[in-house]
């Protein structure tokens, strides 16, 4: 039991000295978690308008009051240009999503009778460019109505009129809205884009951490330090078990770090539960480790070793959604044919504070595949760590 | 005719003065001994001569060509054997050699003879088509030197070629070096085993703190400190008599009894000249003269006794 | 030229073994190509909105021909579906929304009640958040035209001078004209080409890698005994680099471009010549990053950290227009973004002189970069 807390220890020691695979371990996964979860956040965000008003006639101010209307602040983000040449720039360039310009002879040509246009110029994004269509659209409409109004009623009719015209803009909902999606059908679920992400890359990164005892048997081989704890008067199963057990240690750091900082520095929900989360991280951990050391016991090297568990690492975690969300449904079952779908569900069930009785059925199944691949990775293990095995 | 010359070579890092002065030549077809303690300036002295470095002061030629006017004619001249293994375990012996001689310019049926000749050279002929990871210590270093001498040089330079390898292939190389030599090529060698110096090259260097401190051939060298030599006697019989009358001999320098009175070991300033007073000493007083030795004064000790300090004290 | 067997030696080191070939050829290629299948389904569909107009009087109508103006949508007509129905089409992915107009629209504008025109979505977003905003800006302007035309005092409706009405507004004086805007769609829908860029780069820090083992190993120094000039062997180290990432490049564009039919809208050439301006670029951020490391091994390690990040902020696998400004700001710094604009100018059938400028900052990326980083690349002439 000693040696193998001295071995622990070591490995502990050792792995506080390689700084670069800490910041791997721990900041790449804040920094990914970071990025897609601004990224793919769902708030919907603002189609960016590059707008220039070229018109001076007596329209200029019921424009003005529209463009600055509070009611189409949630789609539209205004973005003033000095030219039309600029709003078609600030759009060809991507700054502007959509663009704008109203010609200097609108009014007076409307209120000639005659037929007069806004410019608008379609950007990259087909939603942006419905969300600004239809603000406009909303414009024109109401102005249409009035200028149909004068036409077939009479501008007398109109005046009188004016009043009830004006409370086309107070929005009496003129339509019901059914939102059939329920939570579960939902592109992250019940859970927001950080938390989906935070849960993603917490598992896709403590499955690289499992990978840290492999490697370390393996170093350990080629460099012939295992061969010596070997020679030593101690049992050489429980240094190979430290060894391990200081991997895992590492992992646990990772989860740590990981979900300390991003509850406080993103603000991400874990759903407390603290105690189900760290079995899920260890469970997560020991089918890592064991997936790393059976690939390892075929693979001999650490390089062939490393490249085949980061290619299955990445492909698991592409399949369960941790790249793209909603790639489950593309792709049918093969998502639950992986660990990291079984992680990411639980953890999000208890983020989102589900009952705990469900969360049972897919930490089961976890502690399943955990199991399995360490009852093999243990069969396997004399082939890693014996030089002539 | 001088093949390599160093004139007032300097080599300044910041303040601190590697090589100080150098002025030494190496004769077309000698092997020239480069001995020197760690930090002695052997390895900034041989990176100057293959271009690694550039001089901060003086120069050097090589067949009558600057190392530092026209350093790419001084390459053509000189294969280096690094220190380390400068080889790529990811490539076959063959494909190593043949990329470092790709480089010398060597193409077509010239460049495929002359790396056959080099690998056959260095008995690698059979492994060619290996990987130097499935080599051992020895083999490596051989690849080492074939990567080297493929351009068939002028000038051989070998900087410690013998570090860390079995007997077998160290004596392998020795005869290496002996042979290119023999072919034509002049060799400058380093190295940290004394023995292995004092048996191949014709002359040697001795460099200490950057500076060179003795030159020439091993006699030169011996006259120069005035070395003794030792001549054992292994004897049976009374011999009290004939040791006084050595102790006599103005030739003697120091006459010890060794070995319960079955040894003399006799100092003299040189050998040849008294050995026959020796002898006649030994028979006159009826000694049993069962076998006799002579030990000439080795580069070892005399780099001691240069420099106070022994070579390979690190 | 001296620097020739330097440059094909690392073109044989990072591409000539199996392993490189699978790494940096195939899986490439192979992954690309899947991507090309999974994604060339799901571009450019428009929404499709399924109408279920029931409605007796004239209004109905009246909303369905302006919905069916809209371009954006594929309007599908009915008139006999059951609200459950409707329901179902938009949960089992038939229609992205669904609308139901009930029997007694009109008469319910007329009455000056509450509408009970229905829209069924999933969940709320952008496109169908407009499609509700023009929706109710429709039944607004019913209700408002009811009213204009509404007998004082009265529920009646003169309705010639409503179906009068509504038929001055169908064509309408004032109106918002597209014009037609000719623009990439790299930059909206950047996951094949930003891949590309992603493995470029790898392989650039892959064979920078090699270049920084060479000088460890001390067969860099080797190579400068033979008669080759310091600039001989940094041109060559340079001159393989950038021959690995051109063969990579050509080998994998190719396959999606010919083999999986993936068009950009771009010549393959003037791709290609974007692509080397990249190149550069990035050869000499890795090159600039491998003098700050001091081994080949830390290397591989710290462009783990750099590349996947910097892939991200510069919009190489989703639009850059999805993160916050200050990230939007801080990918002026890499090189993918550049490329990938001067693409997408290309893409919307700008000519090299559009992407000067981006050429131009990809250029100067590089040649700061390189200065900083060269010296990776040549022999140490003071160690």
Known sequence: MRACWITVYYELLKYSRMRSVLIILIGLPLLLILLLGSAFDREIKPAKVALFVDDQGEMRSGIDTFWSDESIAPYIKQLPAASEKEVQDLVTEGIADYGVYIPSGFSKRLLAGEEATWKTFSGRYGEKNMAADAVINSYMTNLNLQLAAMATLGPDQMAGRSQASGSVETKTSGIVIGNLGTEENQLFGPTNSMQYYSAAYLIMFLLFGGMSAAIALLDQKESGTLQRLYGLPSSFGANVFGIIVGAAMLAALQALVIISFTTFGYGVDWGGHFFWIAWICLLTTAAGSALAIIIASFAKTRKTMQTLFMILVFVMTFLSGGMMAGIENMIGNASKWTINHWANVSLRAIMSGSDTGSVWHEIGILAMIALILSLFAVLRLSKVVKQYG | ?314 | MASIPIAVHLIKRTMGTRRGLIMNVLLPALLLSVMAGLFSGLQGNKAVIVINNTDTGLLGSSLVTSLEKETQYEVRLTKDMTEQALKAQVLDGDADASIHIPHDYTQKMIDGEQSNAVLYRMDEQLWNASLAAMLNTEADKLAASVRLVQNKGAQTVDSDKLAALLAAQAFPKAAAESVGMRLGNIVSNPMMIGLILMFVMMLLSQSIGLVMEDREQRTMARMYTAPLRSLDIAFGNFAGSMIVATIQLVIVLGLTYFAFGYSPGIPFGSMLIVLEFYLLAALGLVSAIAGLVRNSTQLSQINNLIITPTCMISGCFFPLSMLPDFLQRLANFTPQKWALQAIDRLGGGGSFSDIGLHLLILFLFAAVMLAFGSAVLRPNKTS
Not at chain 2, 58 to 67: A, E, K, L, W, Y
Not at chain 2, 70 to 89: D, F
Not at chain 2, 182 to 198: A, C, N, P, Q
Not at chain 2, 270 to 281: A, K, P, R
């Open chain 2, 1 to 314: 005719m001088n093949l390599v010359s160093f004139h007032e070579v300097v080599k300044k890092y910041d303040t601190s003065i590697i090589v100080n002065h150098l002025t030494f030549y190496i004769g077309e077809g000698e092997i020239f001994g480069l001995l020197g303690p760690n930090g002695a300036g052997k390895s900034t002295t041989i990176s100057m001569l293959s271009g690694l470095l550039s001089p901060s002061a003086g120069d050097i030629t090589v067949d009558g060509f600057s190392i530092r006017k026209q350093p790419l004619e001084v390459k053509r001249r000189i294969g280096l054997v690094p220190q380390e293994l400068a080889i790529y375990e990811t490539l076959t012996a063959r494909e190593n050699v043949t990329f470092f001689a790709k480089l010398y310019g060597l193409r077509g049926k010239l460049l495929r003879d002359r790396v056959e000749e080099a690998l056959q050279f260095v008995g690698l002929l059979e492994r060619a088509k290996d990987m130097p990871s499935t080599f051992s210590g020895g083999m490596k270093r051989r690849l080492n030197i074939a990567c080297a001498i493929m351009h068939r040089p002028r000038l051989i330079i070998m900087d410690e070629p013998t570090v860390g390898i079995d007997p077998q292939s160290r004596n392998h190389i020795l005869e290496s070096v002996r042979e290119l030599n023999r072919l034509g090529s002049t060799v400058i060698y380093t190295s940290h085993y004394m023995e292995e110096v004092d048996a191949i090259c014709s002359r040697i260097g001795i460099l200490d703190q950057g500076k060179l401190i003795a030159c020439g051939t091993k006699e030169e060298l011996k006259r120069q400190t005035g070395q003794e030599e030792k001549l054992i006697f292994d004897i049976d019989g009374r011999y009290d008599a004939a040791l006084l009358e050595m102790k006599e001999h103005p030739g003697v320098k120091l006459v010890e009894e060794r070995d319960n009175g079955h040894c003399l070991e006799v100092t003299v300033k040189e050998s040849s000249s008294i050995l026959q007073d020796l002898l006649f000493i030994t028979q006159k007083h009826g000694i049993t003269l069962r076998k006799l030795s002579r030990i000439e004064p080795n580069l070892e000790s005399l780099f001691l006794q240069m420099t106070g300090r022994s070579l390979r004290d690190e």
